[in-house]
Every structure is written in structure tokens, then in C-alpha cells.
């Protein structure tokens, strides 16, 4: 039943996602990425987890890019089932990743989890109370029950909803920024 509610709010998504204009998507990442600079928890961050956005999600490449210099940056990289994490060292160092094309940083892995700090985290929907949907491979739920670091979802308004499914296996944002 789980299953099926996610299923049905994934192909509700992707169909508001479709109609997202191009103008609109720049513009509110902006505004989200905003937030997020203002809080005290990214401030304080020294090494900092994100990803590298992919049509669709909030817009973070020039966040990243901005940052890199001041904070470590670290960014996932699929392996089969498993999500390693790798040292952003410029756009210059990405290549396309198995898992739908993502780029990720080229380079060995980052082993020293718990000096993560924050966690910038993407999703398909969040709710008001910080649950996370998100593709469904559960790449992120596995590696996020991991780590004891802040973990905030970032999301547009049309991917914030009252009440996502969600079971025990998903884990829950410390944070939910939207436009």
C-alpha cells in the first residue's frame, strides 16, 4: 500500500517537474539555496555532503562551486548498490555517473563519514513534518541512518507536501528548506 501511495506521488511529480518552467527553476533554487547559506548549522560546517543537481532539482552547481574553496564539499557516487561519497575538486573532475547520468566527482573515496557536518539532501517530496521521498532505490535512506550528521532536505513548493508516504526505512531531515 506504501508502495503504491509512493508510486502515485512520484508520477504526480514528474508531471509537475515537466511543467516547472526553465526561468522559474533558476529563480527559486536561488532562493532556497539562500536559506540554506543563512543557517547557522551550514556557518559552522567545515565539510559539507550535497549533490551535484540534475534537471529537475533544486539547482546547486554554482552553490557548490561557490563554496568549494571555504568548505569540503563531498558528493555521492554510485557503485552498484552502495553510495560512496568522493572530494568535489571542480566541475572540471565530474564524469557521468551509472545511476541516471549524475555527475560525480572523479577520484577515490571519502572514508571519514563522521566529519560530515551537514547534509544537503535532494528528494522526489518532503512533508511538514521533515520526511523524505525519494527515488526509490533507497540510496540516501541507507547511507543517512549512518551518520549523526544535520541532514536538510531541499525541495521547490510543489514537492512540499502535508503528509508523504514513508515506512520505517526512511529517514527523517533534521530541516526542510522549500521556496
Not at 18 to 37: C, F, G, M, V
Not at 108 to 118: A, V
Request: net charge neutral.
Amino acid at each position: 500500500m506504501i508502495q503504491e501511495k509512493k508510486m502515485a506521488l512520484r508520477q504526480q511529480i514528474k508531471i509537475l517537474k515537466r511543467n516547472h518552467k526553465d526561468d522559474a527553476y533558476y529563480a527559486e533554487s536561488t532562493l532556497i539555496i539562500r536559506q540554506l547559506e543563512e543557517l547557522p548549522e551550514f556557518k559552522k560546517a567545515k565539510t559539507i555532503m550535497a549533490y551535484w543537481s540534475i534537471k529537475g532539482e533544486v539547482y546547486t552547481h554554482d552553490f557548490i562551486t561557490r563554496w568549494c574553496r571555504q568548505k569540503r564539499f563531498v558528493l555521492p557516487s554510485v557503485d552498484g548498490n552502495i553510495m560512496h561519497l568522493k572530494i568535489f575538486e571542480g566541475s572540471d573532475n565530474l564524469t557521468p555517473g551509472d545511476l541516471y547520468s549524475i555527475p560525480e566527482p572523479d577520484g577515490p573515496i571519502f572514508h571519514d563519514i563522521s566529519d560530515i557536518d551537514l547534509i544537503i539532501v535532494p528528494g522526489i517530496a518532503f512533508d511538514l513534518n521533515n520526511n523524505r521521498m525519494g527515488r526509490g532505490k533507497a540510496y540516501y535512506d541507507r547511507f543517512l541512518g549512518s551518520t549523526t550528521a544535520i541532514k536538510v532536505g531541499i525541495c521547490f513548493r510543489f514537492q512540499l507536501f502535508n503528509e508523504v508516504p514513508c515506512d520505517e526505512n526512511d529517514i527523517k531531515m533534521d530541516m526542510v528548506i522549500s521556496n
